[in-house]
């Protein structure tokens, strides 16, 4: 089955700092990524899109500046938190959609963070 | 739309019995449906999915039913096991045309599978 991997899968950093996040897609190549935020006890909400080698698209409410994302190739995504805050503690899930089966999305395993 | 819960509902059953998991969703022009179950700390994990053009589909012990009138999609799960006890979403996206939009999810339903 499509492998998506997620790294780190926890990270503390103090306020102010920034924080990269990774999402590979293992053993497909994905011409979407999606990033997700979920907070405790809620739903996922989708934050932006990520094209393989075009600017991302956020939702409405996503502060692009703060939530950097580079979709540098068919296999990898980054985000990047900057200048991170409490307020952005919560757990980050990226998912990727292969090119053969387009519908599907296939999620990493989360990265939980925590701002102090 | 988008759908925010305080508090997931939960659903307890007794284990071996069948389980039913209701999801309303929001945007009458979806075309298609993904049921997820994700644990404790992790990320979603595709249970099964479904078409507009269809109003059931199976697979090993899960069953999904859409019924596009009411806008409701429900999950079944048979024979349920303690491996069964997850949170469990429904999401939706519009894939006619070649979209490539993000998920809307629903607000989960937390199953219990009790001893």
């Known amino acids: 089955g499509a492998v998506v991997s997620q790294h780190p899968s926890w990270v503390i950093c103090k306020s102010g700092t920034s924080v990269k996040i990774e999402c590979r897609s293992l053993d497909f190549q994905a011409t979407t990524m999606f990033w997700y935020r979920q907070f405790p006890k809620q739903s996922l909400m989708l934050m932006a899109t990520s094209n393989e080698g075009s600017k991302a698209t956020y939702e409405q409410g996503v502060e692009k500046d703060k939530f950097l994302i580079n979709h540098a190739s068919l296999t990898l995504s980054t985000l990047t938190v900057t200048s991170a805050h409490p307020e952005d503690s919560s757990f980050y899930i990226c998912?990727?959609?292969?090119?053969?089966?387009?519908?599907?999305?296939?999620f990493g395993a989360g990265t939980r963070l925590s701002v102090l | 739309g988008e759908s925010v819960g305080l508090h997931l509902p939960t659903l307890s059953v007794q284990e071996g019995d069948n389980s039913i998991i209701n999801c309303a969703y929001s945007n009458s022009a979806s075309d298609y449906f993904i049921w997820y179950k994700q644990e404790s700390g992790k990320g979603p994990q595709f249970i099964i999915d479904i078409r507009s053009n269809m109003d059931k589909r199976q697979g090993q012990r899960v069953t999904v039913l859409l019924n596009k009138t009411v806008k409701h999609l429900s999950l079944q799960i048979a024979a349920t096991q303690p491996g069964d006890s997850a949170v469990y979403f429904c999401?939706?996206?519009?894939?006619?045309?070649?979209?490539?939009?993000?998920?809307?999810f629903g607000k989960g339903t937390h199953l219990i599978i009790q001893p």
């Open positions: 998912s990727a959609r292969s090119r053969l089966a387009k519908n599907i999305q296939y």
């Open positions: 999401a939706e996206n519009i894939v006619s045309g070649g979209g490539a939009d993000g998920l809307t």
